[in-house]
């Protein structure tokens, strides 16, 4: 087996709409269309689901399902923490982005003392809480989940003490207070932002890379800049939402949103910010093929995959 540790995580439970917990195998399908021996070269752990949840009435109107993603959040922190032991780099393939607050965290207990920073390639930013979101929808929750961000200055709702209960369990997983520092998470390609996740992104002066950035700078340039905006961190997580990448491009996924990145763009950041040593943990989330034909987005999801995998055992 190759140098690099795989967690697979199949929920869905933070989505808006059903399927993006076969993201994962769209994936496999389009490798093996592609007669790929990918998925045989890489040892992979697969985290418990709890989509089960989903045929069970919704308790919690502000955090859809949170007990069910406090469980697998919690589950994805100790195998992602379980999987850094070895000191290799960790790939995780996900379903809904909500997870990526797992993943942090089992960056944060793998690596108590370090600073880490957080590349965060994605139509959204992902800031929302229980007290701003307008869906509920908690894959729209997991920066602040690491943040331990209420952002109450801009509350719109009012979640039931039990959301709240659960909402402060994973906000205290690993340690009480901030997983990792505000000013240490670069956007790129976020560009469907509601005014309560814009006044965090001002609050913690976050920097997010536009498209037009992209198509200006170039792709070298953007990862260059993400990077060494990241310079003081000691280690570097990136999380890839399919989302990001333009509507040309994104059908199978549940939050599609135009004028996005390309997926020559995507597969060329991706694979040059990986080279970079500090980079010890990539993502790749929210493909839903039961949106696309002919598996369209697991194809191109499955060769930005293979591409950063490679560029990344290459280093």
Same mark, same amino acid.
């Given at each position: 087996?190759?140098?690099?540790?795989?967690?697979?995580?199949?929920?869905?439970?933070?989505?808006?709409?059903?399927?993006?917990?076969?993201?994962?195998?769209?994936?496999?399908?389009?490798?093996?269309?592609?007669?790929?021996?990918?998925?045989?070269?890489?040892?992979?752990?697969?985290?418990?689901?709890?989509?089960?949840?989903?045929?069970?009435?919704?308790?919690?109107?502000?955090?859809?399902?949170?007990?069910?993603?406090?469980?697998?959040?919690?589950?994805?922190?100790?195998?992602?923490?379980?999987? /850094?032991?070895?000191?290799?780099?960790?790939?995780?393939?996900?379903?809904?982005?909500?997870?990526?607050?797992?993943?942090?965290?089992?960056?944060?207990?793998?690596?108590?003392?370090?600073?880490?920073?957080?590349?965060?390639?994605?139509?959204?930013?992902?800031?929302?809480?229980?007290?701003?979101? %307008?869906?509920?929808?908690?894959?729209?929750?997991?920066?602040?989940?690491?943040?331990?961000?209420?952002?109450?200055?801009?509350? /719109?709702?009012?979640?039931? %003490?039990?959301?709240?209960?659960?909402?402060?369990?994973?906000?205290?997983?690993?340690?009480?207070?901030?997983?990792?520092?505000?000013?240490?998470?670069?956007?790129?390609?976020?560009?469907?932002?509601?005014?309560?996740?814009?006044?965090?992104?001002?609050?913690?002066?976050?920097?997010?890379?536009?498209?037009?950035?992209?198509?200006?700078?170039?792709?070298?340039?953007?990862?260059?800049?993400?990077?060494?905006?990241?310079?003081?961190?000691?280690?570097?997580?990136?999380?890839?939402?399919?989302?990001?990448?333009?509507?040309?491009?994104?059908?199978?996924?549940?939050?599609?949103?135009?004028?996005?990145?390309?997926?020559?763009?995507?597969?060329?950041?991706?694979?040059?910010?990986?080279?970079?040593?500090?980079?010890?943990?990539?993502?790749?989330?929210?493909?839903? %093929?039961?949106?696309?034909?002919?598996?369209?987005?697991?194809?191109?999801?499955?060769?930005?995959?293979?591409?950063?995998?490679?560029?990344?055992?290459?280093?």
């Amino acid at each position: 087996m190759k140098r690099i540790k795989f967690v697979e995580v199949r929920s869905e439970l933070a989505a808006g709409t059903r399927g993006a917990s076969l993201g994962v195998d769209a994936m496999k399908v389009a490798s093996l269309d592609k007669a790929s021996q990918f998925f045989t070269e890489y040892e992979a752990f697969r985290v418990a689901d709890a989509n089960e949840k989903l045929f069970e009435k919704n308790l919690f109107p502000w955090a859809k399902h949170i007990d069910g993603v406090y469980t697998v959040v919690e589950r994805t922190q100790r195998a992602v923490a379980e999987a /850094r032991e070895s000191g290799l780099p960790v790939v995780v393939l996900a379903g809904d982005h909500s997870t990526a607050g797992g993943t942090l965290l089992g960056l944060k207990a793998a690596h108590p003392d370090q600073r880490i920073g957080a590349i965060w390639i994605d139509a959204h930013a992902d800031l929302h809480t229980p007290y701003t979101t %307008p869906s509920g929808n908690m894959h729209g929750m997991p920066l602040a989940m690491v943040l331990t961000e209420d952002n109450l200055d801009n509350k /719109r709702n009012e979640p039931k %003490p039990e959301t709240l209960a659960y909402w402060d369990k994973i906000k205290g997983l690993v340690n009480e207070g901030p997983k990792i520092n505000g000013s240490d998470i670069v956007f790129v390609s976020v560009r469907d932002v509601e005014p309560e996740e814009q006044a965090l992104m001002e609050k913690y002066n976050m920097r997010n890379i536009t498209r037009d950035e992209v198509q200006q700078m170039g792709v070298a340039k953007v990862a260059e800049e993400a990077l060494n905006r990241l310079a003081d961190c000691d280690i570097i997580y990136v999380s890839f939402d399919v989302d990001s990448m333009d509507t040309s491009v994104s059908v199978g996924t549940g939050t599609p949103v135009p004028d996005g990145i390309s997926d020559a763009e995507a597969k060329e950041l991706n694979r040059l910010l990986v080279q970079n040593p500090k980079v010890i943990c990539w993502e790749v989330v929210e493909v839903n %093929p039961t949106l696309d034909t002919k598996n369209k987005m697991g194809e191109v999801a499955f060769d930005i995959l293979e591409s950063t995998v490679h560029a990344m055992e290459s280093r």
